[in-house]
């Protein structure tokens, strides 16, 4: 190919890329939408709610320290997960 061809070329190619990325962007974002002031109170309701008292950092304490004894893995379960990823890993390797 001659220079003029190979340079339009490039700039097609980066005016697609560009364009497609541009256009990507700007679809992942969240469109601004008109609401009425009703909606807008109805959507906003959580942001209004009551406060439910100061946190108590011991009390939370105990709590999640209690809870926690149900989602622990029992030792056979822990065994599986030791297994299953150890099996993974050779996988990975070969």
């Known amino acids: 190919m001659n220079k003029k061809y190979t340079q339009w070329f490039w700039f097609i190619g980066g005016f697609t890329l560009g364009f497609t990325l541009i256009a990507i962007g700007h679809a992942s974002t969240p469109k601004a939408s008109v609401s009425t002031p009703a909606r807008k109170s109805s959507a906003l309701s959580e942001l209004r709610a009551p406060k439910t008292g100061t946190p108590e950092m011991e009390q939370d ?34």
Do not use: G, M
């Open 61 to 94: 304490f105990a709590r999640l320290t209690s809870l926690e004894s149900r989602y622990a893995e029992s030792s056979e379960q822990q065994k599986k997960l030791k297994t299953a990823t150890a099996r993974n890993a050779r996988r990975v390797r070969n």
